[in-house]
């Protein structure tokens, strides 16, 4: 048994052989382990950390998005995409209060899209698929960052494309800052104690190219995990308190985060920023696009891997030979961590509290009420249209929204745009994994279930460019499983300009 793979798979490996050829050949990633995993780990890349220049009080930022290759696998290229560099991105870190403006140069060949997911902003800077930047052209969104510290991300976000942009390599990760967070005694050197572990995956061709075939029910879900861009990667600590801030940019891949010898993670922060105090939990579940920040104390010459560990419900998806696998029960490891010399110093106790606002709940007892329905491709039964708004918000308060996952083998998300939301309840399901603590923008939904969320919107009113909602299995996006919604002034109506957003229309 290779050191990667844990009891639990393999105890599901036995029952498969048992259940036969069939199961056998949904159980993709179960019969050896992946590509890129033999050998001593490689030390994990650190994106660079990216400020930008701060002139007054705005922070100037300037990207390409180009072609590169990068060495995924150890000792081979491949062929990647990345921003100002062959694969991923650096992290942008800005505080809040300040204004931002990215100039971002499209120097692939062909036309993308660049989103600030989690970001409160104006829908024309929101980067969305009404934001094309044509080969060779600039796209400088500018916004003010108005919301509290939050480990948040950018990635494409091309109508019908945005899996594959993704996939071979652009995300990176946004950092904010606030004044409560930075009081805080908590890791905050970028590289050093405050690490960015941002989790992907891949599937490759023999001679390591990527495997770009989208299978209809899986998407470009990978069979190889990938952290910073590569297999198989140990970080040294030099520092007994490491702070890890976990992203989940998998198209399809969901991960159930533990550590390797079952010691408790002390939770921080969810999508949206800081926890009201740290959570002590043994797992957590992370979606695509969903983020966590997550405290490990490392004694000196330990060693401990945070591990993606199989999910005993498989997330309420039927186990029987005619429902799809979508990995829930697979185990990686995703990061070995080592711990720093004797003369570390010790960490202080974690802080009782972290951002007291966070416990404020939104006053929704009034607030107008959506619901969405979940289905194969499909929100409320229509697939995505560019033409079509689905609903304007026209008022500055927040909204109930319910989600309902109506299949009943397919998993699914929901994100929203220019939004927090609080989650207020699941129902329909057993499954308990769902990461419900804190201000969050994106939220699992097993097969059945519906959730309850308190929406709350960026207030920038437009009635020209829509913000998006959808299923972050970025294959269901890209299929149709999206929509659109405006935030305007009381009363306003929709003028979509269809492909308007290249630049402030106020
Ligand atoms: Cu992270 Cu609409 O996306
Ligand atoms: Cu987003
Ligand atoms: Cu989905």
């Given at each position: 048994m290779s050191p990667t793979f844990g009891r639990r798979t393999f105890f599901r490996g036995a029952a498969v052989l048992l259940a036969g050829v069939a199961a056998a050949a949904c159980s993709?990633?179960?019969?050896a382990p992946p590509?890129?995993?033999?050998g001593d780990p490689r030390p994990l890349p650190i994106p660079p950390l990216y400020e930008g220049e701060l002139i007054d009080d705005r922070r100037h930022f300037q990207v390409t998005t180009q072609a590169g290759s990068a060495e995924i696998l150890p000792g081979v290229d491949t062929p990647t995409w990345g921003f100002s560099g062959d694969h991923l991105g650096p992290t942008f870190r800005a505080r809040r209060g300040e204004k931002v403006r990215v100039d971002i140069t499209n120097e692939l060949d062909e036309m993308t899209t660049i989103h600030w997911h989690g970001m409160k902003l104006p829908a024309w800077a929101?980067?969305?698929?009404?934001?094309p930047i044509e080969p060779g052209a600039t796209w400088s969104p500018e916004w003010s960052v108005?919301?509290?510290a939050a480990t948040l991300w950018y990635h494409p976000h091309p109508h019908e494309v945005t899996a594959l942009h993704c996939y071979r390599g652009l995300a990176g990760m946004f950092i904010l800052d606030d004044e409560v967070s930075e009081r805080?005694?908590?890791?905050?050197e970028y590289g050093v104690d405050d690490i960015p572990v941002i989790i992907a995956d891949a599937k490759f061709h023999a001679?390591?190219?990527?495997?770009e075939e989208i299978d209809p029910?899986?998407?470009?879900?990978?069979?190889t995990p990938l952290v910073n861009g590569i297999t198989h990667c140990s970080f040294a600590a030099t520092t007994r308190r490491v702070r890890l801030r976990v992203l989940?940019?998998?198209?399809m891949r969901f991960h159930h985060l533990a550590l390797a010898d079952a010691r408790p993670l002390h939770v921080i922060a969810s999508d949206a920023g800081l926890l009201a105090a740290p959570e002590e939990v043994d797992s957590v579940l992370l979606s695509p696009g969903e983020r966590v920040e997550i405290i490990v104390d490392l004694k000196p010459g330990e060693e401990v891997a945070l591990e993606s560990v199989g999910l005993d419900n498989n997330?309420?998806?039927?186990?029987?030979?005619y429902s799809p696998d979508f990995g829930f029960a697979d185990q990686f490891t995703l990061l070995h961590m080592t711990g720093p010399g004797e003369d570390a110093p010790e960490a202080r106790a974690l802080?009782?509290?972290?951002?007291?606002?966070?416990s404020i709940s939104p006053e929704v007892a009034d607030a107008p009420r959506r619901e969405f329905v979940l289905n194969t491709f499909e929100i409320n039964g229509q697939v995505m249209d560019?033409?079509?708004?689905?609903?304007?918000?026209?008022?500055?308060g927040p909204e109930v929204w319910t989600v309902t996952n109506?299949?009943?083998?397919w998993p699914h998300n929901f994100h929203v745009h220019d939004a927090r939301f609080q989650v207020l309840g699941f129902s329909?399901?057993?499954?308990?994994?769902?990461?419900?603590?804190?201000?969050?923008?994106t939220v699992a939904l097993p097969p059945g279930a519906t959730v309850e969320l308190a929406v709350e919107f960026g207030w920038?009113?437009?009635?020209t460019v829509p913000y998006m909602f959808h299923c972050h299995m970025l294959m269901h996006e890209d299929s149709g499983m999206m929509g659109q919604f405006m935030v305007v002034e009381p009363g306003e109506r929709a003028a979509l300009e269809p492909l308007s957003g290249h630049g402030p229309h106020h």
């Open positions: 993709r990633s179960e019969q590509r890129g995993f033999d929101d980067g969305g698929p009404h934001s108005d919301q509290p805080l005694d908590l890791p905050h001679d390591g190219q990527l495997d029910t899986f998407g470009l879900l990978g069979d989940n940019a998998s198209t997330f309420g998806i039927p186990t029987d030979e802080p009782g509290e972290l951002d007291p606002a966070a560019m033409n079509r708004v689905d609903f304007l918000i026209d008022h500055r109506e299949n009943s083998d329909g399901t057993d499954v308990t994994e769902m990461a419900a603590s804190g201000w969050k923008d920038y009113p437009d009635n």
